[in-house]
């Protein structure tokens, strides 16, 4: 299993052809309080970069784009019902969706852990 | 994905108010707002601190705001007060020493030009007038009252705002008399040996205070007040979140040049003496259109609106009267999420045949349409000391 790391703050776990991916804990330090997720729906065959989910803290509306291209397996509805859950643990409990990797040569432009924290230092 | 929060243009340098730093030490998170650097947060976070400032205390920095007096040439604050109902609809005649109103300063068209409060001091009126509009309300002060007043920006003074139900413990620690002050009370008091200017009044929809102090002072008032423990610092953010469920207006977003008082639904501010019949009907810039809409109607009207779902709606989505309708009816001015009412909260504008209290309208949002209940406004009852 790996993690990778999109310069718009996203992060991606890989396992097999199967990603899941969130936000991560310096993108939910700069909304602040979340107030709002809306998902993508099940089923959905999403394009590298398209606006898939949304995020809304008090003051303000952010979208999460799909880092790679892929369909919509599965979606954390626990989210929904408690937005919260992504300042509380943004790369744990509060995962956004899971895609099916469509094509794993998108995965070559992301960054490592290491890369991630230096982009944001 | 953090793109669509960075919402500032302006590239010229920005101006501080006298507790810049005080923000900075206190964890504040600095932003551009109307040629300043201020705090949209401080650490708490905009959902800790709107409901603080609901239940015990908040202290706003709101220095970057106008303050100006108007000083009578003849001596008499009568004449100041006759002077400026020239540029505004409302009875400042009628607004007794050591008492404030809320008013608005109109175009030739009826638009609003900005907001302001005027208090009598007795000798002069003090006025506050909104940030992004106080070079040009100080030129149009010039270019009609010079006759009158003297125009006296009030530039080495700042303004700081304390809100809440635990306010007047905190301010009565330092000035004792607030304690008898009315909602809309203003003069001058000593605040722990400080010379201020203090209103009972407040942008939260909280019993509340606004307190002028002297520039030089302002840091030591604040850190003094901020020693409570009731008392959290409240950035921008908390500061609109709290003013949108106290259904009050931001200049520029919920009214502006193209809209009237009236489709404001500001008419309750419009006292009688002005009106048409009244002792000194009209006489203010824009008065053939304002009287006419308060007589017969105006074609748009500011509502409250709240979303059905979770979702907020926010600033410029369209309204339509239902889900399949392709004709526009109005549009979100304002909205977020209310804190204090765990739900989103929107103000908007629609025609007037559409603005009925109760009845459903849509919001297209993300291609789809939401459902929104119009309101009564405020959303979240006010708590004024009357």
Redesign the interface.
């Known amino acids: 299993m790996t993690t990778l790391f999109t310069t ?3 992060w991606l776990r890989i396992e097999g052809d199967i990603a899941t991916i969130g ?1 991560t804990d310096y ?1 939910q330090s ?4 979340v ?2 997720v ?1 998902l993508p729906k099940v089923g959905r065959s999403l394009k590298k970069a398209e606006a898939a989910a ?12 799909a880092p790679i291209s892929g369909e919509v397996l599965e979606v954390n509805d626990a989210l ?1 019902a408690e937005p919260a859950l992504v300042n509380s643990d943004a790369a744990g409990k509060a995962w956004f969706f899971k895609l099916k990797i469509a094509d794993k040569s998108e995965l070559g432009g992301l960054m490592d852990e290491a890369a991630y924290k230096a982009h944001t230092a | ?5 960075d ?1 500032s243009t302006d590239r010229s340098p920005l101006k501080r108010t006298p507790l810049h730093a005080l923000h900075v030490a206190s964890g504040g998170k600095m932003v551009p707002f109307a040629g300043y650097d201020m705090p ?2 401080y650490p708490a ?4 601190e ?1 409901l603080h400032t609901r239940t015990a205390a908040g202290l706003f920095d709101v220095s970057h705001m106008g303050q100006i007096e108007l000083r009578p040439k003849s001596g008499k604050v009568e004449d100041a007060a006759l002077a400026l109902e020239r540029l505004v609809p409302q009875d400042i005649l009628a607004v007794a020493p050591g008492r404030q109103r809320y008013a608005q300063f109109t175009n030739e068209t009826g638009g609003i030009l900005d907001d302001l409060m005027v208090a009598n001091f007795g000798s002069h009126l003090f006025l506050v007038v909104n940030a992004a509009c106080k070079a040009a309300d100080e030129a149009h002060l010039r270019a009609h009252l010079s006759d009158a007043c003297e125009i006296v920006p009030l530039a080495d003074r700042a303004l700081i705002a304390l809100q809440g139900p635990k306010a007047e413990s905190a301010l009565a620690e330092f000035c004792p008399d607030v304690s008898t002050m009315r909602f809309m009370d203003a003069g001058p008091h000593s605040i722990g040996n400080i010379d201020c200017f203090v209103s009972r009044s407040g942008y939260t929809g909280e019993d509340g205070f606004e307190i002028s102090v002297p520039a030089h002072q302002a840091e030591s008032l604040a850190r003094a007040l901020l020693a409570d423990h009731d008392v959290l610092p409240i950035g921008l ?2 500061r ?2 709290l003013r949108l469920e106290a259904g009050l207006c931001l200049y520029g977003h919920d009214i502006d040049t193209s809209t009237t008082p009236v489709e404001g639904a500001l008419q309750w501010s419009i006292q009688k003496s002005r009106r048409t019949g009244g002792a000194r009907a009209g006489g203010f810039a824009g008065a053939d259109k304002i009287l006419a809409q308060l007589d017969a109607g105006a074609p748009q009207r500011r509502v409250g609106l709240k979303p059905e779902g ?3 709606v ?1 600033e410029g989505a369209p309204l339509f009267a239902d889900a399949a309708s392709t004709e526009q009816i109005g549009a979100v001015t304002s909205g ?2 209310g ?1 204090s009412l765990n739900a ?1 909260v929107a103000m908007g504008y629609l025609s007037s045949s559409h603005a009925t209290i109760g009845s459903r309208v849509f919001a297209e949002l ?1 291609g789809q349409r939401l459902p929104l209940q119009i309101s009564p406004m405020p959303f979240v009852p006010n708590t004024y000391k009357r």
């Open positions: 718009d703050h996203e936000v993108a700069q909304l602040g309080d107030v709002f809306e949304v995020v809304e803290s008090v003051k303000a509306a952010s979208d999460v784009y929904t | 994905m953090l793109a669509r929060q919402q949209v947060q976070g905009v959902l800790r709107h953010g908390a609109d979140s979770r979702a907020p926010r977020g999420f804190p989103p993300r």
